[in-house]
């Protein structure tokens, strides 16, 4: 999985608890992704990183909030779990030489909110 | 391990056949076309590119064909494998979306022995 780890792997979580999933890379990239996975929705992006501290939101960010203070490291915050945030969660990270399109997953955190 | 899907359109194919996998896409301005793998259990791996400036490119076993005309893209996997079986994705990119993609729904492929 290209030396992305994702912790977590597994969670299980009551509604209105606060989850932090994270994200750790080895490959020194500057861009992180957080997407999650649903049927019949694929991937969507919630959250992304261009740098240590630089966040933007993707198409799916309510309810989500990330931070990076280190290059290696991507948190995913959902700072009040609700049920619809059951789902599986997977970190990408991709490299700015030219090639941002190429992006490399990690092996996703299930999260399961009852 | 992480499940995808149980709703996807499913290609089931014949070991040692060919397999075409079929993407529409949505946007006239994206200039980079990608295909994942994924595995259960897995992250999605990605497996080839196109740009928007080519039609055909090829790699080991998969030939990737774009038609822009329909706004179509393809996946060929050549003398499919039990190791083929995954569900695979297309994404595209567009200047205006920076570094993101957008990913499509996604197709099951099954390989019969």
């Known amino acids: 999985d290209a030396g992305i780890t994702q912790s977590p792997r597994h969670k299980v979580t009551e509604t209105g608890t606060p989850v932090t999933l994270r994200c750790h890379q080895t490959?020194?990239?500057?861009?992180m992704y957080w997407y999650r996975q649903d049927p019949g929705h694929g991937l969507r992006l919630i959250h992304y990183s261009y740098g240590v501290k630089d966040t933007d939101k993707g198409e799916v960010s309510d309810g989500y909030s990330v931070s990076r203070s280190k290059t290696e490291d991507f948190l995913l915050t959902l700072e009040s779990a609700t049920s619809s945030q059951t789902s599986v969660y997977f970190c990408a990270i991709s490299s700015p030489a030219g090639r941002t399109y190429e992006q490399y997953f990690g092996p996703g955190t299930r999260l399961t909110v009852t | 391990g992480e499940s995808v899907g149980l709703h996807l359109p499913t290609l089931s194919v014949q070991e040692g056949d060919n397999s075409i996998i079929n993407c529409a896409y949505s946007?006239?301005?994206?200039?980079?076309f990608i295909w994942y793998k994924q595995e259960s259990g897995k992250g999605p791996q990605f497996i080839i590119d196109i740009r928007s400036n080519m039609d055909k490119r090829q790699g080991q076993r998969v030939t990737v064909l774009l038609n822009k005309t329909v706004k179509h893209l393809s996946l060929q996997i050549a003398a499919t494998q039990p190791g083929d079986s995954a569900v695979y994705f297309c994404a595209e990119n567009s200047p205006a979306a920076g570094n993101k993609l957008t990913f499509g729904g996604g197709t099951r492929v099954l390989v019969k022995p």
């Open positions: 946007n006239s301005a994206s200039d980079y």
């Open positions: 490959e020194n990239h500057r861009y």
